[in-house]
Each structure stands twice: as structure tokens, then as C-alpha cells.
């Protein structure tokens, strides 16, 4: 069952789009990540006020027991780590010269980072296997909702630099670069320095700088 996250259940999608959506999830006859319970995991840890930061990936990971409903995020006793998610250590130690003690950022999300994927779900195995399903009309409308003030956006990828146009504007912090992945990582991630770029500008609108490595 996919239950609209309280804070969220006012975007048009989730009456428009995700019944039909779900009725899709529901007769797939293969194995759907995350389950159901952490479809929307994220969007259930940062209320709308309560984002500060934004970081966009594509969909979650395709491997049973990695994906728990937090774009890059896994669960604190996986190991090794995702390939994505030991790219962004490999950027957050050149940063920080630290990084957290495993792959768990929900103490990301504690301190208003929103971590959403453009996809919610993937059928194990097939990764971007559901990107036909309809998840892409959440995203624009999440950003709409959060241009109320400005913000930090992190746009890892095409499919969320895709996203960078909607954003002008407001007076946000829109940071792009290639996607973490072992595929593009060094055709532009890495050297990017987003997290201490973010803490900068954290700073300078007068709040407090994210914890990026420390829970």
C-alpha cells in the first residue's frame, strides 16, 4: 500500500497520478524496491519546512536489501557500500578529510536534507525499470512547493539536471554536476566539493551548516 506522506498529501499528484501508479506496483509481478512502507521515506523525513537542502538522484537501488526510501542512502549494516554512495564518501573525505561510519544518511535527513529520487520504486534487478510509470510528475511539483524560499538544490545526473530550468529564479543555491555513479563520477563529480559549497552558502543566509559526516 502507498500512503501519501501527511505532509506531502496536498501536491496534485497524489490524487492524480499515484492511484494509478500504484494499481501498477501492485500487479508487478516482480520484486518492488523499496517496500512499500519506504516508497516515500524521505519525503516522510523532511516536511516541507523543514528542507533546507535538496539532493536529486534517479531511482532507487536495484539490489534487494539496499534501497530503504532515501536516494543514495542504504541501511547502516550494509556492506560493501553501493558503488554511487562510495563516490560520494570518496568526494566527502576530499572535502571533510572524514566521512560517516556507514552508508545510513537518515542523520542527513534529520537536519532538513531531502533526499528524493526522481523515481520512487524499481523492480529488482532491471535498474530505471519503472521510469514509465509516472513517478517523474512528484519532483516538479515537490520544487514548486519548496521555492517558497530559498534553498540549496544538488543536481547529480541528467535526469536531475533536467530539474536546474524550474529553479531560476527564486534566489536558491542550484549546484550541478556529473552523477556519482562509476560511469560519469569522473567526468565531473568528483572535485565538485558540493557539500562544502552547501555549507557555505548555509552560512551565509545565516543558518546552521549541515553535519555531513558525523551522526
Not at 136 to 155: C, G, H, N, T
Request: with cysteine; charged share 20%.
Amino acid at each position: 500500500m502507498l500512503t501519501p506522506p501527511d505532509a506531502w498529501r496536498h501536491l496534485p499528484f497524489f490524487a492524480e497520478s499515484l492511484p494509478g501508479i500504484a494499481a501498477v506496483v501492485a500487479n508487478e509481478t516482480r520484486v518492488v524496491l523499496p517496500p512499500a512502507p519506504l516508497v516515500f521515506a524521505a519525503l516522510e523525513a523532511c516536511a516541507p519546512d523543514d528542507v533546507r537542502v535538496v539532493i536529486l538522484g534517479q531511482d532507487p537501488y536495484p539490489t534487494p536489501g539496499h534501497a530503504h526510501g532515501l536516494a543514495f542512502s542504504v541501511a547502516p549494516d550494509l556492506r560493501p557500500l553501493p558503488r554511487s554512495l562510495g563516490n560520494i564518501f570518496k568526494e566527502l573525505h576530499s572535502e571533510f578529510g572524514d566521512v560517516p561510519p556507514n552508508g545510513d544518511l537518515r542523520f542527513w535527513a534529520d537536519q532538513g536534507v531531502l533526499l528524493l529520487n526522481d523515481v520512487l520504486t524499481v523492480p529488482a534487478g532491471d535498474a530505471r525499470g519503472h521510469r514509465r510509470l509516472g513517478w517523474q510528475k512528484l519532483v516538479p511539483q515537490v520544487l514548486e512547493a519548496l521555492s517558497d524560499r530559498p534553498r540549496a538544490f544538488v543536481l547529480w545526473g541528467n535526469d536531475a539536471r533536467a530539474h536546474a530550468p524550474r529553479l531560476a529564479g527564486h534566489g536558491h543555491l542550484v549546484l550541478e554536476s556529473a552523477h556519482p555513479s562509476p560511469l560519469s563520477a569522473r567526468r565531473g563529480f568528483f572535485g565538485s566539493r558540493p557539500f562544502s559549497t552547501v555549507n557555505a552558502w548555509l552560512k551565509e543566509q545565516g543558518q546552521q551548516p549541515i553535519n555531513w559526516t558525523d551522526p
